[in-house]
């Protein structure tokens, strides 16, 4: 009788400890939970595909209010005489200029004689002229495989004489796939990556290796938030750590045809939610820029069979204070124009004098709603330059680009030359 008041207390006591034991454990478990949200604040993670131009002017990222000549690209180049990090040169002087002329040569003559043209302002939309394009894409593969040759038998010349073939391969299955589309019971737009891969073997002609951009990845660190993209297409050096020439974009038009250029204006022709996205690719693409050192990052916008090249100028301060600070570099106006970290380890007195006159902004202040001037070589931090959209398929615009994309091409193959 004894023992069992004594076996109730027990049971008593024991319930009364678990229960205070099971306090303790939830106290303890809730400390820890506050303190490893404190410890370790949670990592947002968001894509550039979700951008706008909202959100890359709070970045303070603006493009242009006018269109830059493609000049202005050999210009940032020529300003600082191949003293950037890879080397590249221009003008290119001596054989490797003689080798430039005489490709564009090559590759003009054949495609005036033999190629594939598309009039101005023609977009190929009407299912009629399918066939006769698909009839010219098999003449000129014929043609230029069975009785035309390069002039000059070394193996640049091949190799874009090779790479033409295999770009009218590419526009004659391009335009197969369009006739089947066209006479189906459920028509559908060709797909971008179509556009991805004709445009891809035009580059190939100018010695230059586009991969597609789900290769690599791009990843910045904005405060607490992952920013990631994934181009349709890169242009990179072939060196062994692959650094960026060109990121890439295939996107639609707000209008129907870009051939009217006299008057271009990016932002009626392309829509608001594109332009913040290139904005991003081109924001994350510039720590792998083969032309950071020049606060420079290169870009296409591929529309259908028409490109506009862009090109980033930002301050790599810029750079830096959008990594810690986000959209706080707009908001508190912060000083991000800088020449101080251009053209690294140079003591030259002439190339000092041009990095401040070339970046000659240190006063101005970035603002949240700020407009762009009318000056177009301004190249404030942050700014976006473009030329008008060139059609690959319409002669008068292709030479007007052949020239610039010889000139990368073989600049890669200095640089791969020297690497090796």
């Known amino acids: 009788m004894s023992s069992s008041p004594v076996g109730k207390k027990r049971v008593f006591c024991s319930s009364r400890y678990e229960h205070k034991l099971k306090k303790m454990r939830h106290a303890s478990k809730s400390s820890c939970t506050t303190c490893s949200k404190i410890d370790k604040p949670k990592n947002h993670e968001t894509y550039v595909s979700s951008w706008t131009m909202e959100n890359a002017e709070a970045l303070g990222l603006f493009y242009d209010k006018n269109i830059c000549d493609i000049s202005y690209f050999y210009e940032i180049f020529s300003a600082y005489k191949g003293r950037n990090r890879y080397g590249f040169i221009y003008p290119l002087e001596g054989a490797s200029k003689t080798l430039i002329d005489s490709l564009v040569d090559q590759i003009n003559g054949m495609i005036n004689k033999h190629g594939v043209e598309m009039a101005t302002g023609w977009d190929w939309t009407v299912a009629a ?183 980033l100028k930002i301050s790599t301060e810029h750079y830096k204070y959008i990594k810690d600070y986000g959209e706080d570099v707009v908001l508190k106006e912060m000083d991000v124009d800088s020449s101080s970290d251009l053209v690294e380890n140079s003591s030259l007195e002439e190339e000092n004098e041009y990095a401040v006159k070339f970046c000659n902004t240190k006063d101005a202040k970035l603002s949240r709603f700020e407009k762009t001037t009318d000056k177009k070589h301004s190249n404030k931090s942050g700014r976006i330059f473009y030329t008008k959209p060139f059609n690959y398929l319409v002669s008068s615009d292709r030479r007007e680009i052949m020239e610039f994309l010889f000139w990368i091409g073989i600049n890669c193959e200095r640089v791969a030359v020297s690497k090796v």
């Open 129 to 311: 002229d399918w066939p006769f394009v698909w009839r010219k894409c098999c003449d000129a593969i014929k043609i230029l495989s069975e009785t035309c040759r390069p002039t000059v038998s070394d193996g640049e010349h091949i190799r874009s004489y090779a790479g033409l073939i295999s770009f009218y391969r590419t526009l004659k299955e391009h335009v197969q796939e369009e006739m089947w589309r066209s006479n189906s019971y459920t028509p559908s737009e060709i797909p971008k990556e179509a556009y991805s891969e004709l445009f891809s073997k035009f580059l190939e002609i100018f010695l230059l290796l586009p991969r597609r951009g789900g290769f690599r990845k791009s990843v910045m660190m904005i405060k607490d938030s992952t920013l990631t993209s994934t181009p349709d297409l890169h242009l990179t050096l072939p060196t062994y750590s692959a650094p960026s020439l060109f990121v890439i974009n295939v996107v639609k038009a707000k209008i129907c045809s870009l051939s009217d250029c006299e008057m271009f204006d990016i932002h009626q022709a392309v829509d608001n939610v594109i332009l913040g996205q290139h904005a991003g690719e081109l924001l994350l693409e510039f720590q792998h820029s083969c032309f950071r050192d020049l606060q420079a990052v290169f870009g296409i916008l591929c529309i259908k069979t028409s490109v506009i090249f862009t090109c």
